[in-house]
């Protein structure tokens, strides 16, 4: 697979319901920052996660990191139809650069 | 909270032409970036620019792109000589404050340019 790669392709869940995302990536990194688009619209950063750290919140949104594994989960806990969106892993590699590698991405939809 | 803004949102060109996507960072910040998404692609990186020079560009960045800064707020990429597969969203990030790389990156809504 590809450095970041993000399982399912698409989910779709009752509004209220919790949403996992999983993304898995190859090489060694930095952080893991996970990112939400909606539809036309630009990518709104969510969550940074240092590859020393191994669980992070912000609000309803809790991040893993496992990097012995190289993967990473998203959750969102009691899911709202504003929820709907494409959730995107990206890595930042392990030595000194700012580039950005994206995975594929998550197409999630919330049923109200 | 401060915002990425870019203009215009949607590039119409015939191929060939020249094409100059416009970026206003968030007035702060020290990195900026250009990335693409073709249509059901995955965001690509194109380019980062710190202290007024390119510290990094992909493969995709090749002698048909280049970026600017003229002045202390935008921040330009332009393509010259389009192709149709150049048909893409063009997005700019910017982070900061201070250096180090556990900034995250924030982005604008984007440049849908299409090439006729």
């Known amino acids: 697979s590809q450095q970041g790669e993000e399982d399912p392709q698409a989910l779709s869940i009752q509004e209220g319901e919790n949403a996992t995302m999983n993304c898995s990536y190859k090489t060694s990194i930095n952080n893991l920052q996970w990112y939400r688009q909606n539809s036309g619209r630009g990518l709104v950063h969510l969550i940074l996660i240092r590859s020393n750290e191994r669980e992070k919140h912000s609000g309803r949104l809790r991040v893993t990191l496992d990097t012995s594994k190289k993967s990473s989960s998203l959750l969102i806990t009691a899911s709202r139809a504003a929820d709907t969106a494409s959730y995107f892993c990206a890595t930042l590699p392990n030595f000194g650069n700012e580039k950005l590698t994206f995975g594929t991405g998550t197409r999630l939809t919330i049923i109200p | 909270e401060p915002e990425v803004t870019q203009t215009p949102s949607h590039q119409v060109t015939q191929m060939g032409q020249e094409v100059i996507l416009r970026c206003v960072p968030i007035?702060?910040?020290?990195?900026f970036y250009w990335y693409r998404q073709i249509l059901g692609q995955k965001v690509e990186f194109l380019v980062s620019f710190y202290n007024n020079e390119i510290s990094e560009k992909s493969e995709i960045f090749d002698d048909q792109f280049s970026v600017e800064r003229p002045d202390g707020s935008n921040f330009t990429l332009k393509i010259r000589s389009t192709k149709l597969e150049d048909s893409a969203m063009y997005f700019c990030?910017?982070?900061?404050?201070?250096?180090?790389?556990?900034?995250?990156?924030?982005f604008g809504d984007g440049t849908r340019l299409s090439i006729l």
């Open positions: 990030a910017s982070s900061g404050p201070g250096t180090g790389s556990n900034q995250p990156q924030h």
């Open positions: 007035s702060n910040h020290l990195y």
